[in-house]
């Protein structure tokens, strides 16, 4: 906060009249000549600065002819015509003011008009930046400075400065360093220019004052027809005020819709009521958080609606939030989320938790430690879960997600027995998890990368995951992918490619699978026809079902599967209509049953988990109105989930023909 020092003096002397002796006189008296004046204020003052380097006005004082140095009350109080350009001196609203003689309906607003009881208006000269100090905001952390403060950014959001190419810009509305206390929000209105509201760092603090419950510091009234388009907001301390029972008396620090705005180099502190956030931003594109500094809210980055598209949020801190770092609730989503180079850490719920339905997102470059402390409870999973990041809980539609070059701290500040870098219950777009480095800690705790499902539907839509580059403290204690639902779940787990992962099929030939759940006969036949190269087998029911012909696999002679995630997949086509196939494991029975909604080849796949040792049987039967029904099946796959499906390719059908299964999975 300024001192009294750094503010414009009145010149002293028999020329000129003290500010605090004027206010007692009826009328403003004569002063220093113009020119004389600026030079006896001094060349680094306000006053000076802001009469010097502007233009000379239209309704100037010629430089010779005296300029009355006089207080705000004084210039009001004249009943006769004034000097033709007065200089206020009143401490924070010190500025060179010139009679308009042609304006009689301006009102008086204190900050660029002063309306004299002749009726006469006089107006600031300056260029730049309104100061809220000259409308009376005070600054003092004790007055309330809600109206002065609205006064400014109602003059400022009607005046406008016009761009070379003739475009009109809003001005830019200063807060000099000070702690202004609010009673009530500010309203900035989106059907007005736009502003650039700036402040001194952390000099200029904005606070809440007394009982009532603020919605917000910065409110924008706005909705998603009607956004705050081209705002900037920078360089300003935003801190929750207490009311008389020491309970914080605002929600959130702004709030809400924005379009092609920016808030720049804020610190954002307190506002942790429930539901509340360092910024509730709704509907809008092109909006950017940077450098920002967002500490003890609820929320630091609140959605209020969806489609929130191209948000930016770029070399953020992010600390100590309840609810999450950034939330996107299950209405509010985003068609591209860009998350880059920010430290989240320390909060009690994730660093990142996005519900609502996203296209593309993308964290990176980011450093995470301390985060969901304490127990996050989501849909469908039974035991409360600690992550970083969790993505779809809402069911909604997520990704692609990449995340790429974190470095990631699952070893500090979680005493749980288990915990995630990521949850993902829905990503139909994909998850790529990449250049990523975990510190681990040593047993008994133990973490995963990426943790996928349940949801409330037996459907996985997580799709594409794909991991690589990543380096692991401690990998003894530490799974790269984890599933926490198996039974009666479709999904996409045949198209993860996990670097780490071997890519071996130990599904042996069709040709020796034998039955292995018996559902009432059918058959397994061999043909001439191939698909993708691939050799074709009919599988054809007696009645409605066939039995399930597959294999069993022996733990004990492959360990390198035992407590592994795997996944059974095949092309299938039905020949018949409502045919359809139907997957199996002795662990968890049937896994896809739906007859099929195409007569075209498609892939179908199951995950399941391998126990430490003994025996699993794994096959596939066919399904069908009647008998006879007939399904082909090609290319099935018995591998670790990781080794993508796509990446097992034809093998000659020499090789095939005449070879036992050992000799079979030698040869891969």
Not at 123 to 141: M, N, Y
Not at 647 to 662: K, T
């Amino acid at each position: 906060m300024q001192d009294g020092s750094s503010y414009p003096q009145t010149p002293s002397g028999d020329q000129t009249m003290p500010v605090d002796e004027v206010a007692e006189h009826p009328s403003p008296q004569p002063g220093l000549a113009r020119r004389r004046l600026f030079a006896a204020l001094g060349a680094g003052s306000a006053v000076a600065a802001v009469a010097l380097a502007g233009t000379r006005p239209a309704h100037a004082a010629d430089d010779d002819e005296p300029v009355t140095v006089t207080s705000l009350a004084a210039l009001r109080g004249l009943s006769a015509s004034g000097p033709a350009a007065v200089v206020i001196g009143d401490t924070g609203q010190e500025g060179l003011f010139v009679r308009d003689a042609e304006d009689t309906d301006s009102p008086d607003n204190t900050g660029t008009v002063i309306v004299t009881g002749a009726g006469e208006r006089y107006k600031r000269e300056f260029t730049g930046a309104l100061d809220v100090r000259w409308f009376g905001a005070k600054g003092d952390g004790v007055t309330d400075d809600s109206a002065a403060i609205q006064a400014a950014v109602d003059v400022a959001q009607t005046m406008g400065e016009t761009s070379r190419q003739g475009y009109v810009t809003g001005r830019q509305l200063h807060f000099p360093g000070g702690l202004y206390a609010l009673g009530s929000p500010i309203r900035f209105d989106p059907t007005e220019r736009s502003l650039t509201v700036s402040g001194e760092g952390l000099s200029t603090q904005i606070t809440s004052t007394g009982d009532d419950i603020l919605e917000a510091l910065f409110l924008f009234d706005t909705t998603r027809s009607e956004r705050a388009g081209n705002w900037d907001i920078r360089n300003i301390f935003f801190l929750s005020g207490r009311d008389s029972n020491d309970q914080t008396n605002v929600v959130d620090a702004i709030r809400g819709h924005f379009t092609y705005s920016k808030f720049v180099d804020l610190r954002i502190y307190g506002f942790g009521r429930d539901g509340g956030a360092g910024v509730s931003i709704g509907y809008g594109w092109g909006n950017t958080f940077s450098r920002c500094l967002i500490q003890y809210c609820d929320t630091g980055i609140r959605s209020m609606d969806n489609e929130m598209n191209a948000l930016n949020i770029t070399e953020c801190v992010i600390q100590r939030t309840v609810t999450a770092g950034i939330y996107l609730t299950p209405t509010g989503g985003g068609q591209s989320v860009q998350i880059r180079g920010c430290t989240i850490e320390s909060n009690e719920g994730p660093a990142v938790w996005i519900e609502g339905a996203t296209g593309v997102i993308e964290v990176s470059n980011c450093y995470f430690e301390r985060n969901c402390t304490e127990p996050l409870t989501i849909a469908d999973r039974p035991d409360p879960v600690h992550a970083d990041l969790v993505f779809g809980t809402d069911l909604r539609r997520a990704g692609p997600i990449r995340i790429a070059n974190n470095l990631v701290n699952l070893n500090t500040g979680r005493e749980h027995a288990h915990g995630s870098f990521v949850i993902a219950h829905c990503a139909d777009g994909g998850i790529e998890v990449v250049g990523t480095k975990v510190s681990n800690p040593a047993e008994p705790r133990t973490r995963s990368l990426v943790s996928i499902g349940p949801n409330s539907t037996p459907v996985y839509t997580v799709r594409n995951l794909v991991i690589r580059d990543t380096m692991v403290q401690r990998p003894e204690t530490f799974e790269l992918v984890e599933i926490d639902q198996l039974a009666q779940v479709v999904n996409h787990f045949h198209e993860a490619s996990i670097d780490q992962v071997p890519t071996v099929n130990y599904c042996p030939t069709p040709s020796s699978f034998t039955s292995v759940a018996a559902h009432g006969g059918g058959s397994l036949t061999a043909t001439d026809r191939t698909y993708r190269q691939f050799p074709v087998w009919d599988l054809t029911t007696t009645g409605e079902r066939s039995d399930v012909f597959g294999f069993e696999i022996d733990l004990d002679e492959y360990p390198e599967l035992a407590n592994r995630f795997v996944y059974f997949a095949c092309w299938v086509r039905s020949k018949n209509a409502d045919s359809g196939a139907v997957l199996w494991t002795s662990q968890l029975g049937d896994q896809v049953s739906e007859p099929s909604q195409t007569t075209g080849w498609e892939v179908i796949s199951y995950a399941d988990r391998m126990p430490e040792s003994g025996q699993v049987s794994i096959g596939i039967g066919a399904l069908g109105p009647a008998a006879g029904s007939t399904v082909e099946i090609a290319k099935p796959v018995f591998a670790e989930v990781g080794a993508r499906f796509e990446d097992f390719q034809p093998l000659s059908l020499a090789l095939l023909a005449g070879i036992g299964r050992s000799e079979f999975l030698r040869g891969l």
